[in-house]
């Protein structure tokens, strides 16, 4: 016979069984149970009351004996009779077995689960292992579960879902709060960052405000001093100097010349370097250049290509001083000064100065020149030449076709030794010749060497090998210097000619000798002569003529032999007007200063002005 246990709660009958009514542990109201459910102590819900079942708990008959016995009920109480048929010492075997199993399900399912004690006493874990029991010993009795398994296996389905909920929560719960720790973790680490950013920053902030004042230092000392480098495309060595339109980059040791573009410079210093070469369009960034100084460098005819300078259309003054160029490079007709001294410049063709015809200033001192390497018409373009440096270079004589514009001629330190006639005579505006360091003897000039040039004032022919003052001296000479010769005399009327009159006549270092200078020596420079060295000579006392010297503001005869003063020599007898003499030097002579009576200096009006100390001896004589 099959039945549910809906008929069994409801009923309370089963055929062949008697019935018990036991009280909920929950107090809730009896629910008949087949006469087998008093083996157990159960708090079990009915059908009706399933889905809100609180707990169902079994335990052995004992327990149900042991409380009977508590609360003082008989061995002849119904419970008792029961527990003594055989079929409750069946079910009580049955139920130890169920209860040991029961037990083994729950540690399994602790471990499995990870639950604590009291996880067991759930009202879940209660109900099933009632139903697991109730269900064993229905299977044994019947041996039909019917809808009890159902209801079985629909529990376990519901208590794996429950816990599979509940481990979800806790799984969520936990992900919370491990996220909300992670959160917590990332927050203080991107604080602990924007800190150390905010650090990092200020630190930044505070190194670039001092690099900045820094730099804005050194800007103002830059603009102070030099100009702006922003418009160079190749920097220039840190030593070069700018400012001012000017470009100095002396004696630094630049070996190529760097690409400058900027429009404001107008001076370029570039001496004293290892140039050996000047691209060709090196200076066309600077086409406002008026001043280039390239001296002392490596430079030759290869380093210059042809228009590097021809481009520079405002170019005045250019210095190529010691280098090593054979040939006058190309030039801009802007030019006014080119200096080209200590180069090897051998020789100067009629196109050598093409187009220069402003050009007032030519230096080409130390070369290889001599008057066969000059062409007759080389210094034709030369327009407007004024100043013309020929000095240290191997001519004997003087060009011929210089400039009629030459105003200054120097060719000191060659190896002159004859002026010839006519050679300056187209030279009608020179001032001013320098012959010295040369071979020049008394009879080296013609006369009509100089004789019709009638601005020629001052004439230097020291450190010659002249013996006597050359004649036929220019007319309106002023200034002649003779000294470091072997002059003896000065001939008769040599001065006369000279119109307005000398000014100023050196013949120191010399041979002189008081023969030598006569009354009629110094003729036609009495009014006009200013100057008149004649120390370190051969003389022995003061040339008497001294006194008709109207202007005569300095006489040196220094370094003689003089041993006397005479009185009539400096001042004239009788003299009521003072002498125009300013300083007179009789040092390092042989005077007895004791000697030299009051009335032979006494024209001269500040005595500060003689110097007579030291002298070889003082004895006094």
């Given at each position: 016979?099959?039945?549910?246990?809906?008929?069994?709660?409801?009923n309370?009958l089963?055929?062949?069984?008697?019935?018990l009514?036991?009280?909920?542990?929950?107090?809730?109201p009896?629910?008949?149970?087949?006469?087998?459910?008093?083996?157990?102590r159960?708090?079990?819900?009915?059908p009706?009351?399933?889905?809100?079942?609180?707990?169902?708990?079994a335990?052995?008959?004992?327990?149900?004996?042991?409380?009977?016995?508590?609360n003082?009920t008989d061995?002849d109480?119904?419970?008792?009779?029961?527990?003594?048929?055989p079929a409750a010492?069946t079910?009580?075997?049955?139920?130890?077995?169920i209860?040991?199993?029961?037990?083994a399900?729950e540690?399994l399912r602790?471990t499995?689960s990870?639950?604590?004690?009291a996880?067991?006493?759930?009202?879940?874990?209660?109900?099933l292992?009632?139903?697991v029991?109730?269900?064993?010993?229905?299977a044994?009795?019947?041996?039909a579960?019917?809808?009890l398994?159902?209801?079985?296996n629909?529990?376990r389905?519901?208590?794996?879902?429950?816990?599979?909920l509940?481990?979800?929560?806790?799984?969520q719960?936990k992900k919370?709060?491990?996220?909300?720790?992670?959160d917590?973790?990332?927050?203080?680490e991107?604080?602990e960052?924007?800190?150390e950013?905010?650090?990092?920053?200020?630190e930044e902030?505070?190194?670039?405000e001092g690099?900045?004042?820094e730099?804005?230092?050194?800007?103002?000392?830059?603009?102070?001093?030099?100009?702006?480098r922003?418009?160079?495309?190749?920097?220039?060595?840190e030593?070069?100097?700018?400012?001012?339109?000017?470009?100095?980059?002396k004696?630094?040791?630049?070996s190529?010349?760097p690409?400058?573009?900027d429009?404001?410079?107008?001076?370029?210093?570039l001496?004293?370097n290892?140039?050996?070469?000047?691209?060709p369009?090196?200076?066309?960034?600077?086409?406002?250049l008026e001043e280039?100084?390239?001296s002392?460098n490596?430079?030759?005819?290869?380093?210059?290509?042809?228009?590097l300078f021809?481009n520079?259309t405002?170019?005045?003054?250019?210095?190529l001083?010691?280098?090593?160029?054979?040939?006058?490079?190309r030039?801009?007709?802007?030019?006014?000064?080119?200096r080209i001294?200590?180069n090897?410049?051998?020789q100067?063709l009629s196109?050598?100065?093409k187009?220069?015809?402003?050009?007032l200033?030519l230096e080409?001192?130390?070369?290889?020149?001599?008057?066969?390497?000059v062409?007759?018409w080389?210094?034709?373009?030369l327009?407007?030449?004024?100043?013309?440096?020929?000095?240290?270079?191997?001519?004997s004589?003087?060009?011929?076709?210089?400039?009629?514009?030459?105003e200054?001629?120097?060719m000191?330190h060659?190896?002159i030794?004859e002026?010839?006639?006519?050679v300056?005579?187209?030279?009608?505006h020179?001032r001013?010749?320098?012959?010295?360091?040369?071979?020049?003897?008394?009879?080296?000039f013609?006369p009509?060497?100089?004789?019709?040039?009638?601005?020629?004032e001052?004439l230097?022919?020291?450190?010659?090998?002249?013996?006597?003052?050359p004649?036929?001296?220019?007319?309106?000479l002023?200034?002649?210097?003779?000294?470091?010769?072997?002059?003896?005399?000065?001939?008769h009327?040599t001065?006369?000619?000279?119109?307005?009159g000398?000014?100023?006549?050196?013949?120191s270092?010399?041979q002189?000798?008081?023969?030598?200078?006569?009354?009629?020596?110094?003729?036609?420079?009495?009014k006009?002569?200013v100057?008149?060295?004649?120390?370190n000579?051969?003389?022995e006392?003061?040339?008497?003529?001294?006194r008709?010297?109207?202007?005569l503001?300095?006489?040196?005869l220094?370094?003689?032999?003089?041993t006397?003063?005479?009185?009539?020599?400096v001042?004239k007898?009788?003299?009521?007007e003072?002498s125009p003499?300013?300083a007179?030097?009789?040092?390092?002579?042989?005077i007895?200063?004791?000697k030299?009576?009051?009335?032979?200096?006494?024209?001269?009006?500040?005595?500060?002005?003689?110097?007579?100390?030291?002298?070889?001896t003082?004895?006094i004589?």
């Amino acid at each position: 016979m099959s039945f549910s246990f809906s008929d069994v709660c409801a009923n309370g009958l089963v055929p062949g069984r008697s019935m018990l009514r036991v009280r909920s542990t929950l107090d809730e109201p009896a629910c008949p149970l087949p006469c087998f459910a008093p083996v157990f102590r159960i708090s079990l819900i009915c059908p009706s009351q399933v889905l809100q079942a609180l707990a169902l708990e079994a335990d052995y008959p004992n327990a149900l004996v042991e409380r009977d016995s508590e609360n003082g009920t008989d061995s002849d109480s119904p419970a008792n009779a029961i527990s003594n048929t055989p079929a409750a010492e069946t079910a009580m075997v049955e139920s130890s077995e169920i209860s040991k199993g029961k037990s083994a399900d729950e540690s399994l399912r602790k471990t499995h689960s990870g639950g604590t004690a009291a996880d067991t006493e759930t009202p879940m874990g209660r109900t099933l292992a009632v139903w697991v029991e109730l269900a064993s010993v229905l299977a044994r009795r019947s041996g039909a579960t019917g809808r009890l398994n159902t209801i079985l296996n629909e529990l376990r389905e519901e208590k794996k879902r429950l816990l599979g909920l509940e481990s979800e929560s806790d799984e969520q719960v936990k992900k919370k709060e491990d996220d909300d720790d992670d959160d917590e973790e990332e927050e203080d680490e991107e604080e602990e960052e924007e800190e150390e950013e905010e650090e990092e920053e200020e630190e930044e902030e505070g190194e670039e405000e001092g690099q900045e004042e820094e730099e804005e230092e050194e800007n103002e000392a830059a603009n102070n001093s030099t100009a702006s480098r922003d418009s160079f495309t190749d920097l220039l060595p840190e030593e070069c100097q700018l400012g001012g339109g000017r470009i100095s980059c002396k004696d630094i040791g630049m070996s190529h010349l760097p690409i400058i573009t900027d429009l404001s410079i107008t001076i370029l210093e570039l001496s004293g370097n290892n140039l050996t070469r000047l691209p060709p369009r090196g200076l066309s960034g600077l086409p406002n250049l008026e001043e280039v100084d390239l001296s002392r460098n490596l430079l030759d005819d290869s380093s210059i290509s042809p228009n590097l300078f021809v481009n520079l259309t405002k170019l005045k003054r250019l210095t190529l001083d010691g280098n090593d160029l054979v040939t006058i490079p190309r030039l801009p007709p802007s030019l006014e000064e080119l200096r080209i001294n200590d180069n090897k410049i051998n020789q100067l063709l009629s196109q050598s100065f093409k187009g220069l015809s402003n050009l007032l200033v030519l230096e080409l001192t130390g070369n290889i020149l001599y008057e066969g390497s000059v062409e007759l018409w080389a210094f034709r373009p030369l327009k407007v030449l004024k100043h013309l440096k020929l000095d240290n270079n191997r001519f004997s004589s003087i060009p011929n076709g210089l400039p009629r514009s030459l105003e200054d001629l120097r060719m000191s330190h060659n190896q002159i030794v004859e002026v010839q006639d006519h050679v300056l005579n187209k030279s009608v505006h020179l001032r001013v010749l320098d012959l010295s360091h040369n071979l020049l003897r008394e009879n080296s000039f013609y006369p009509g060497a100089w004789i019709n040039l009638p601005k020629l004032e001052a004439l230097d022919m020291s450190h010659n090998q002249l013996s006597v003052v050359p004649p036929y001296l220019p007319r309106v000479l002023r200034q002649l210097s003779l000294q470091h010769n072997h002059i003896r005399a000065i001939p008769h009327y040599t001065l006369s000619h000279l119109r307005p009159g000398l000014q100023s006549l050196r013949l120191s270092h010399n041979q002189l000798v008081e023969e030598g200078l006569l009354g009629k020596s110094f003729r036609g420079a009495y009014k006009t002569l200013v100057e008149l060295l004649l120390d370190n000579n051969w003389l022995e006392s003061v040339p008497e003529n001294i006194r008709h010297f109207k202007h005569l503001q300095l006489l040196r005869l220094d370094h003689n032999r003089i041993t006397s003063v005479p009185v009539k020599s400096v001042c004239k007898v009788r003299m009521t007007e003072s002498s125009p003499l300013v300083a007179l030097h009789l040092e390092n002579n042989h005077i007895n200063v004791k000697k030299i009576r009051r009335t032979a200096l006494s024209c001269i009006r500040d005595r500060h002005g003689v110097i007579l100390e030291p002298q070889t001896t003082n004895e006094i004589q």
